[in-house]
T-cell receptor, first 114, second 113 residues
């Protein structure tokens, strides 16, 4: 399966713990996007990264949230000291950005904060 | 900044009837437009995209959309829906190919038997 891989599919954390969400882009893709989905709100853009660079983080909360896409390995979305309001589905998408290639999405990580 | 409005949060349609899902965008510059579909517990899949050229765009699963610059719309249509079309549909816009893609809030399509 050469699609976008996200893990874990489901993640349960208690308030105050850290959540780490992983995303491996499609083979050959060097652009990664993270979106958050809440019921009735659609997908909210969080951050856009290329290898070792954050291109646009205008949708990221100023505190507790960070993202990286290292030279080797998956992209990581990290949420420190989680609160109940962080409960949502987090989707990763990748593209090659050659020409006008569309986004390819993973199946998401559903984070539940108890 | 660009934005996308999907006026209908839910659309019920009888099986084999036609359907139109509405999408309006706002942008001061030329845009790229997309429709994505999300089946339960899955990520989004691209249905179709408008980049340039013909304003009528055909996609997968028998869907098509028409770009109307004067009305800033990109409505999605299908002449005859099937029960398997039950899903949530998202309209999206990008200003240029290196920019982020902004999504609307989605429209749930309910197919009635």
């Amino acid at each position: 399966n050469a699609g976008v891989m996200q893990n874990p599919r489901h993640l349960v954390r208690r308030r105050g713990q850290e959540a780490r969400l992983r995303c491996s882009p499609m083979k050959g893709h060097s652009h990664v996007y993270w979106y958050r989905q809440l019921p009735e709100e659609g997908l909210k853009f969080m951050v856009y990264l290329q290898k070792e660079n954050i291109i646009d983080e205008s949708g990221m909360p100023k505190e507790r949230f960070s993202a990286e896409f290292p030279k080797e390995g998956p992209s990581i979305l990290r949420i420190q000291q989680v609160v109940r309001g962080d409960s949502a589905a987090y989707f990763c998408a990748s593209s090659s950005r050659t020409g006008n290639s569309p986004l390819h999405f993973g199946n998401g990580t559903r984070l539940t904060v108890t | 900044a660009q934005s996308v409005t999907q006026l209908d949060s839910q659309v019920p349609v009888f099986e084999e009837a036609p359907v139109e899902l509405r999408c309006n965008y706002s942008s001061s510059v030329s845009v790229y437009l997309f429709w994505y579909v999300q089946y339960p517990n899955q990520g989004l899949q691209l249905l179709l995209k408008y980049l340039s050229g013909s304003t009528l765009v055909k996609g997968i699963n028998g869907f098509e959309a028409e770009f109307n610059k004067s009305q800033t719309s990109f409505h999605l249509r299908k002449p005859s829906v099937h029960i398997s079309d039950t899903a949530e549909y998202f309209c999206a816009v990008s200003v240029n190919r290196d920019d982020k893609i902004i999504f609307g809030k989605g429209t749930r399509l309910h197919i009635l038997p």
